[in-house]
């Protein structure tokens, strides 16, 4: 008989309970109602197994080395319903003019068609829900949904587990879409903590184009975790703008996972903005699976009080003449934290591989804290990379100089913040959500 020390009871203790606390999650999202069509339990059975086989994340885990999950294990989360859906006036406050009728709305994960606004768009492309996907595409949806690298990961397949619905846009062949897709997921904070598990598949086949403004918020204060997975597949000569905006509670917590495929000759771009949730991560995923694709990334995280933002992104190239620009900046305040782990992967296959990735900090309180990984793996011998980060404070001077100019110095002080944040936002290809986020940046107080 072997006895275990208090240290060892302890750590087997808290062991347990994590295993009993992820088995509680796949149990809860299990509950979903299953979505009509073939496959679709076979794929939620698989996602379940993928779960069990796992353990709830720890800070021994590398990929968590730095994001501590343990508040999220005091969480007791139920599911939200329908019956608490949001008015019509709460969503338009969060509408953008030149998606008024290019709108998806998902109250707590479930589709809300009476919120929804997608009568004008072009009828041969499809923008709804999985329930109302036509045979054909529900049929071929097989082929993308759970298809992505990574699909193994608890949380996504968590999420996969529970799949009952899903936003879907499928853009055909050489269509061009000229609005704006707007695709808002709202959470409703009420007395018990809920999950919400939206997912978002986006096809967009050969010689398409489209513009998507992915957008996470909520209605009313309290705690719940938001676990989305959004997946985006980009044909051949095909374009896709994405911005994704995490504004959620500020007691909430947020895991979300962007995974992309990039066939020959396609673009995309990825413009993601967080400032909400307690604690949220961010894993963004592309994989370059065709020749002289094109990618570019831009981040911005703003955090205060004890929040903390964790982007986790990873560019995968597997064909020559690929390349990919990113910049990822974040402004930290008060004791608020954040993570940025970037990685670029450059195989031997991948020649004439072009790649720069850039990681900005800025840091404007004493116990504000930021933990930057830039990674760069090349194997490929004849290719044009590079990575860094930068950590700083606001120049004294620089603040001087704008005094000197008439400002005070708390409206100096905004300005640099500004200034810093706005490179970021300015990549927006939509001007009232451009528009929006400056305001929000200005009027936040640093």
Not at 281 to 296: A, P, W
Not at 401 to 414: E, F, I, M, N, V
Request: proline share 4%; glycine share 6%; with cysteine.
């Amino acid at each position: 008989m072997t006895i275990q020390s208090p240290e060892q009871i302890t750590s087997s203790s808290v062991a347990a309970n994590r295993e009993a606390y992820l088995a509680k999650l796949l149990k809860l999202a299990q509950s979903a109602e299953l979505p009509t069509g073939q496959g679709f339990s076979e794929l939620r059975s698989q996602a379940a197994a993928l779960v069990q086989e796992q353990t709830f994340p720890t800070t021994r885990n590398e990929e968590w080395r730095v994001t501590d999950l343990s508040a999220l294990l005091q969480v007791e989360l139920t599911f939200g319903d329908r019956s608490s859906a949001i008015s019509p006036e709460a969503v338009q406050s969060f509408a953008f003019p030149e998606a008024a009728e290019s709108r998806l709305v998902f109250v707590n994960g479930v589709y809300a068609p009476e919120l929804s606004a997608i009568a004008n768009l072009p009828t041969n492309l499809f923008v709804g829900n999985l329930a109302a996907l036509p045979e054909e595409l529900k049929a071929r949806s097989q082929n993308y949904l759970a298809k992505q690298p990574g699909a193994e990961e608890v949380f996504t397949a968590l999420n996969t587990a529970g799949l009952n619905d899903a936003a879907v846009v499928w853009i055909p062949r050489n269509q061009e879409v000229a609005a704006p897709i707007h695709l808002l997921f709202v959470s409703t904070a009420s007395d018990r903590p809920i999950l919400s598990q939206p997912r978002c598949l986006v096809v967009a086949e050969t010689g398409s184009s489209v513009t998507l403004v992915e957008d996470y918020v909520t209605v009313g204060e309290g705690v719940y975790l938001t676990n989305p997975v959004t997946e985006i597949w980009v044909e051949q000569n095909a374009q896709v703008s994405h911005t994704r905006m995490q504004r959620d509670s500020q007691t909430a917590f947020h895991i979300g996972k962007t995974a992309v495929s990039q066939a020959r000759d396609s673009r995309y771009t990825c413009n993601a903005v967080g400032f909400g949730a307690k604690l949220s991560r961010h894993n963004l995923e592309v994989f370059q699976i065709g020749e002289q694709t094109e990618t570019n990334l831009n981040g911005l995280t703003l955090m205060g009080g004890d929040q903390l933002g964790d982007t986790h992104s990873t560019i995968a190239y597997t064909q020559p003449h690929g390349t990919s620009r990113q910049l990822h900046k974040t402004i930290v305040d008060d004791q608020a934290r954040a993570v940025f782990n970037g990685k670029v992967f450059v195989p031997k296959l991948a020649q004439l591989t072009d790649a720069g990735q850039l990681n900005r900090n800025l840091l404007l309180s004493p116990k504000a804290r930021v933990d930057t990984k830039p990674q760069l793996e090349i194997t490929a011998d004849n290719v044009k990379c590079s990575h860094g980060a930068t950590v700083g404070q606001i120049d004294p001077d620089e603040i001087f100089y704008l005094q000197s100019r008439g400002l005070d110095q708390t409206s100096a002080r905004q300005l640099l913040v500004y200034a810093f944040a706005i490179e970021i936002i300015d990549q927006i290809p939509v001007a009232s959500v451009r528009d929006h986020l400056s305001q929000l940046v200005k009027q936040r107080a640093f």
